[in-house]
């Protein structure tokens, strides 16, 4: 009997874990697990998320609406949101889908007043042509609901053909664009839709969401690891819950040790599962030829595993952030990436940088020779040399030694 009751406490508090907001079952991948069916549970887009609930309660959604803005920060997500509120029996006054009636439950399987295609594979003449065949037929529900991903992939002939619909829409169907290039839509069809931005976030609401994520899933990960996933994911919420969903299997599978998991083991893990630069490397590259330190300098440069022009490309941006941050009087005021902020603090403590204007030259003209030579070497089929590394190293850390010396 004692087993019994610690079985139903333990059911008990599995179900009361299970994120409510969850669309579909628990065994899918976070960045569908995570999200949200209703405005509430969207991250930012204030803007967005006013502008709908302002359609409805005027009761008047536009017929051809288009959400555009950068890749995984909730187009797609919006679009069904949408579509939910079309449809819902029992919508509430703040615009919010009940989640009970029948419209709700099926919108978590399989509507049939939903369609969802990718202009990239389904934007030909002929596939516009059988939505439009669709949508002459009466919905099941309120509205047809019919959403375009990726709408700028359409060919020119298809825009063409929904000019019509998109611009006097049948009042039982909903149109729904949704793009990361709203500049190669045709105009015509561009200017017969109503636009709706979905913005990037800032990266603490982005954290916000992963440390939500991180306890619903059981998991204890530093806020330092979690500002490294949103850097390297740009923070983009889908592809930041991708890299923290892997990190949370490697941690699982024995590749990191969750009792000893840091940045340090992260920004090695994940530069070798992706095959990109690992930062560490790059910044202790570039913070000894600041220091004047040649051997340690080419240290780091010899063991990068990746092309060196991708490594020379991370430089770039690394040594540019060092600089942004000398030129404030206060870098987290240019840079909110804590990071970046680390890692440049690092880099001018390691380099013995001060914020002069000698040093401002320097850097300056360290940041030319290295776009200069990115440049050279894709010109110079130079991608796995380190010659130009060298080179650079050679050059400027012995500039910054002479420097040092001066200033003693």
């Avoid at 992939?153 to 929904?162: D, G, Y």
């Avoid at 991180?214 to 740009?234: F, M, P, Q, S």
């Avoid at 040594?319 to 987290?332: F, R, T």
């Avoid at 500039?399 to 010396?405: D, K």
Wanted: aromatic share 6%.
């Amino acid at each position: 009997m004692a087993s019994t009751a610690k079985a139903s406490k333990t059911a008990k508090a599995s179900k009361k874990e299970k994120p409510k907001d969850a669309w579909k079952s628990a065994s899918e991948e976070y960045a569908r697990k995570y999200r949200p069916p209703t405005l509430d549970g969207v991250i930012g887009q204030e803007g967005a998320k006013s502008m709908i609930r302002g359609f409805v309660k005027r009761n008047m959604l536009p017929g051809a609406i288009l959400f555009h803005g950068s890749h995984g920060n909730g187009k797609t997500t919006l679009a069904r949101i949408v579509a939910m509120i079309a449809n819902c029996q029992n919508l509430q006054d703040d615009a919010t889908p009940c989640g009970e009636c029948n419209s709700c439950k099926l919108m978590r399987k399989k509507h049939p007043d939903y369609v969802e295609i990718n202009g990239v594979a389904y934007g030909g003449i002929d596939d516009v042509r059988s939505l439009l065949q669709r949508a002459s037929y009466k919905p099941m529900f309120k509205k047809l609901v019919i959403v375009i991903d990726e709408a700028h992939e359409l060919t020119p002939k298809a825009m063409e053909s929904l000019l019509k619909d998109a611009e006097e829409p049948q009042a039982h169907v909903l149109w729904i664009f949704a793009t990361t290039d709203p500049q190669k839509i045709k105009q015509t069809l561009l200017s017969r839709l109503t636009k709706i931005a979905v913005t990037e976030l800032a990266q603490e609401r982005v954290m916000k969401l992963m440390r939500k994520v991180c306890k619903a899933e059981g998991v204890k990960i530093d806020d330092e690891v979690l500002e490294l996933v949103c850097n390297r994911a740009g923070a983009h919420v889908r592809d930041c819950l991708k890299l923290l969903e892997m990190i949370v299997s490697a941690m699982l599978g024995g590749a990191l040790d969750a009792k000893t998991i840091s940045e340090s083991s992260v920004e090695k893990y994940i530069s070798s599962i992706l095959s990109i630069p690992n930062y560490e490397h790059v910044q202790a590259y570039l913070a000894n030829i600041y220091a004047g330190e040649l051997h340690h300098a080419m240290k780091f440069a010899s063991q990068t595993p990746v092309p060196k022009p991708m490594f020379l490309k991370s430089c770039i941006e690394v040594h540019g952030n060092v600089m942004l941050a000398l030129a404030c009087k206060k870098p987290s005021d240019c840079i909110s990436d804590g990071y970046v902020l680390r890692y440049v603090d690092k880099s001018a403590k390691i380099g013995k940088l001060k914020s002069t204007p000698d040093t401002a030259d320097m850097l300056q003209k360290m940041a030319s020779d290295m776009i200069d030579l990115y440049t050279q070497m894709g010109q110079f089929q130079l991608g796995d040399s380190l010659t130009g590394l060298t080179m650079l190293a050679t050059r400027f850390s012995l500039r910054f030694r002479e420097r040092h010396t001066k200033g003693r």
